[in-house]
């Protein structure tokens, strides 16, 4: 039998934090690229076909046409302008303090449709289509954002901690509060 070491801290006591890895990773750049790609897609198609397939509706079916597009683009500017803070700060092209000041004013608040049930099908598919990828993309965007809140950018690593005990930090941190929110 192997003689079992003790994990040590890592030597390289340098703290970096969640916030900065995440926004600096893989996972973030696809997510941006992802949510940008979406407020494209969405204003390309209200601005066009979405507009004409409007204005054939019924009047009730405009007027949830409206609401809906409305909470879609109120919506998907939420998640740009964080996405953009965000990568504005990973990139040095911000600083935390104005980042702090800008993310403020950005209300990420869980949404979902406003026509329910048998309702939504008198929509267009395509904005159901839209609405709905766009609250999941919320719904990634409000738990990073909780878990970045959660382990504040300037908190330094504990002492004594090594890289596997704060990625196990991280993921029970995410499960418990999931499952506070289903």
Do not use: C
Request: hydrophobic share 40%; no cysteine.
């Amino acid at each position: 039998m192997a003689d079992v070491q003790p994990l040590r801290p890592l030597q390289n006591s340098g703290a970096i934090t969640f916030g900065r890895d995440y926004t600096s990773s893989d996972a973030f750049r696809s997510l941006f690229r992802e949510g940008m790609a979406l407020v494209e897609d969405a204003a390309a198609y209200l601005d066009g076909p979405g507009r004409e397939e409007a204005r054939q509706l019924p009047r009730l079916s405009a007027l949830a046409y409206a609401d809906e597009s409305m909470r879609l683009t109120t919506r998907m500017m939420q998640i740009a302008s964080w996405l953009l803070v965000r990568r504005a700060v990973a990139e040095g092209e911000m600083s935390k303090e104005k980042a702090t000041l800008q993310m403020a004013r950005i209300r990420l608040v869980k949404n979902e449709h406003a026509t329910h049930g048998s309702d939504t099908n008198v929509l267009p598919r395509r904005l159901i289509d839209l609405i709905n990828q766009s609250i999941r993309l919320q719904d990634r965007v409000l738990h990073a954002d909780m878990i970045l809140k959660n382990n504040t950018e300037d908190a330094p690593t504990p002492a004594g901690r090594n890289a596997v005990a704060l990625q196990h930090l991280l993921i029970k941190s995410a499960f418990s509060r999931g499952a506070t929110h289903h």
